[in-house]
């Protein structure tokens, strides 16, 4: 059974840090672009950031570039978006997606469907 499991949601005050995982079973790690998006009340879903695990490489929304970070550790099958400088607007529910890199290509990275997801963490941020 495949399994997406975010953690590390909260509250914070603007200007501070929070780092959330996804914990990934249940299928072959390398084998997928593991994406994290957003979602604000009203609002549509958001591409955040995506990475591969295969190699590291990373990928991010202009609106949170040179403030999150994502990253990965392969011996736990976990992703983590590390978030500093955190915004009002950056208050929404986080979830990390799981997509086949078979049918992923670096463009438009935040515009596929994801085929798996998880159940989301709550970030919030106060002014």
């Known amino acids: 059974e495949v399994q997406l499991v975010e953690s590390g949601g909260g509250l914070v005050q603007a200007g501070g840090s929070l780092r959330l995982s996804c914990a990934a079973s249940g299928f072959t790690f390398d084998d997928y672009a593991i994406g994290w998006f957003r979602q604000a009340p009203g609002q549509e879903r958001e591409g955040v950031s995506c990475?591969?695990?295969?190699?590291?490489?990373?990928y991010y929304a202009d609106s949170v570039k040179g403030r999150f970070t994502a990253s990965n550790d392969n011996a736990k099958n976990t992703v983590y978006l590390q978030m500093n400088s955190l915004k009002p607007e950056d208050t929404a529910v986080y979830y990390c997606?799981?997509?086949?890199?078979?049918?992923?290509?670096?463009?438009?990275?935040?515009?596929?469907?994801?085929?798996?997801w998880g159940q989301g963490t709550q970030v919030t941020v106060s002014s």
């Open positions: 997606a799981a997509h086949p890199r078979k049918w992923w290509q670096p463009r438009g990275w935040a515009g596929y469907e994801y085929l798996y």
């Open positions: 990475i591969l695990s295969s190699d590291g490489s990373t």
